[in-house]
């Protein structure tokens, strides 16, 4: 099941740095992935995705590295910004149902931005 | 282009008393609907997924309820509140099948303490 009774892993970066962060999923039939990013007291927000068929996709400042052999996605946020501190979670659709997709959340990194 | 609103943003509630979250989307139509709990420094727990008017599924099980009444209504339901209903709730939509995988899209939440 999913890891909602686990505290949210941290990370701290100095504002300029990059910030890699790493998720490991479950399930090798998964075929496309999303980073969602929480601020707080906010819903998540979609930053980025990737299909099964890519290892790598860019969008501005992130990057999303997809390496199916060990079931691992990374995040990464080149210059991070004050404005990056927050929650990141990894979406994996875990199925394709008659009805629709269903995915299944990481745990989350919380990202704190160090000015 | 789609909406989803929730509301209230914030909702403190004595134990015992009944509770109801609204949840609507515009913009599309016959949207997969669900409803997360996050607890404080947690991931995000599914409570309930809906594929269409009447029809719920409840992954865990709980002291709340789901409806939806309207295509594009989810409401989240207690009788009677307890301490432990305390959280984050977040609703969500996502494309039904037939569209592509653009993953879910979360409303911005509502924070419930029960006192």
């Known amino acids: 099941g999913e890891n909602v009774g686990l505290h949210l892993p941290t990370l701290s970066v100095q504002e300029g740095d990059n910030s890699i962060i790493n998720c490991a999923y479950s399930n090798s039939a998964s075929d496309y992935f999303i980073w969602y990013k929480q601020e707080s007291g906010k819903g998540p927000q979609f930053i980025i995705d990737?299909?099964?068929?890519?290892d790598k996709r860019q969008g501005q400042r992130v990057t999303v590295l997809l390496n199916k052999t060990v079931k691992h996605l990374s995040l990464q946020i080149a210059a991070t910004q004050p404005g990056d501190s927050a929650v990141y979670f990894c979406a994996e659709n875990m199925k394709t149902t008659n009805t629709g997709n269903q995915f299944y959340f990481g745990t989350g990194t919380s990202l704190t931005v160090i000015p | 282009s789609q909406t989803i609103h929730q509301w209230p943003a914030t909702l403190v509630q004595p134990v015992g008393s009944p509770l109801s979250l609204e949840c609507t989307v515009e913009g599309t139509s016959n949207p997969n609907l669900y409803w997360y709990r996050q607890a404080a420094g947690r991931g995000l727990q599914l409570l309930f997924y809906s594929v269409g008017i009447g029809q719920i599924s409840s992954e865990v099980p709980q002291n709340l309820s789901a409806s939806r009444p309207q295509d594009r209504q989810f409401i989240l339901s207690s009788k009677k509140l307890l301490l432990s209903d305390s959280g984050f709730y977040l609703c969500?939509?996502?494309?039904?099948?037939?569209?592509?995988?653009?993953?879910?899209?979360f409303g911005s939440g509502t924070r419930l303490t029960v006192v």
């Open positions: 990737i299909r099964s068929n890519m």
């Open positions: 969500a939509w996502s494309a039904p099948r037939g569209y592509a995988n653009y993953g879910y899209t």
